[in-house]
């Protein structure tokens, strides 16, 4: 299928800027990949699971909306915006020093007994859980200090993730490092795109997402839970079948209505194959266009045995 739209000038910034989360799936160092493929002159790009939002912050429009379902993420994101980035900056320290969590950019790894190659894990445990205990018993209004908590929660926590169980309670165990200059120019980075940008942060179902709203000059990026991999975002069923099938005639609609999308997936992981994807791409072989991109984990915190199978990640679109 041939392109209706031009690519001389994609929408995407000089410069790549980085997520303050280390988000599971999240798309950066894919995106010198990813952003050529975007059209130019988007009015409204909606970012239809954001999750770290890498994708987003590095994408020309009008107006940003960016939507998960993680309500936590979405507070986050918007304590964020609408609070002075030295007010947040600063509370996040305030934090780390009530709670006596590590700070090796001031002190050093021999201040709390530790080195690099072991991690800061046997000092910070106990301080760490005691704020996370803090956090998940929390009853004050969820401000700019709740979000903060939730922020140095995850800083801390293993790998830097985001995970909440069936109660709502933050359950991640402590990582091996703490809060250094590099988390701190991302998070600032971050802050100062979002509020330069018209952003708006939604937390709804992807279904929630009224598609009759948008136009031809709108854009909506799909980065879903993969349906034959495992993440800590697609744990408790959270992604199956049928919310595979309900993407596909989402983006089915979309393609009808002529309104600009690409989603991201893989069409084979380890020696799964997601069929129900690959069905709906054979059905539609003059719609929808299939760019395969080449994955790195350079640098990446899985361990080797993980790595060796190869994924068939693309991008497909509807142009």
């Excluded at 401000?143 to 309670?169: H, P, T, W």
């Excluded at 380890?270 to 984990?297: A, D, F, P, Q, T």
């Excluded at 990446?300 to 142009?319: F, K, M, Q, R």
Aim: proline fraction near 3%; aromatic fraction near 14%; charge should be neutral.
């Amino acid at each position: 299928m041939q392109s209706a739209y031009s690519f001389v000038s994609v929408a995407m910034t000089n410069h790549i800027y980085q997520s303050p989360l280390n988000y599971t799936g999240g798309k950066y160092r894919l995106l010198p990949q990813i952003l050529p493929y975007f059209p130019k002159g988007i009015n409204t790009f909606i970012d239809l699971f954001c999750g770290g939002c890498n994708v987003g912050l590095n994408v020309i429009a009008t107006n940003h909306t960016y939507n998960d379902i993680n309500p936590w993420l979405i507070g986050l994101y918007s304590a964020f915006k609408n609070n002075d980035k030295g007010l947040m900056l600063n509370t996040v320290y305030e934090i780390i020093n009530k709670h006596n969590l590590s700070l090796v950019s001031k002190y050093g790894y021999a201040y709390y007994n530790c080195d690099s190659s072991s991690g800061l894990g046997p000092y910070n445990r106990d301080h760490f859980r005691n704020l996370k205990i803090h956090f998940n018993q929390y009853t004050g209004i969820k401000d700019y200090y709740y979000y903060a908590m939730l922020y140095v929660l995850i800083v801390y926590s293993f790998n830097n993730q985001i995970r909440f169980n069936k109660d709502g309670e933050f359950n991640l165990p402590i990582g091996k490092r703490d809060f250094n200059s590099k988390m701190e120019s991302k998070l600032l980075a971050f802050i100062d795109i979002i509020k330069s940008q018209n952003a708006s942060f939604t937390c709804l179902d992807f279904t929630g997402i009224d598609s009759s709203l948008l136009s031809t000059s709108d854009f909506v990026y799909i980065d879903p839970p993969y349906l034959i991999t495992c993440a800590t975002y697609n744990e408790q069923n959270a992604w199956n079948e049928e919310k595979e099938h309900l993407l596909l005639k989402y983006i089915d609609n979309l393609t009808a209505r002529h309104i600009r999308c690409a989603l991201s997936n893989v069409l084979s992981s380890k020696g799964k194959i997601n069929i129900i994807l690959n069905n709906w791409l054979k059905c539609n072989v003059s719609k929808y266009n299939v760019h395969h991109l080449r994955k790195s984990y350079a640098n990446s915190s899985y361990h080797t045995s993980e790595i060796e199978g190869i994924s068939d990640e693309v991008l497909i679109t509807n142009y």
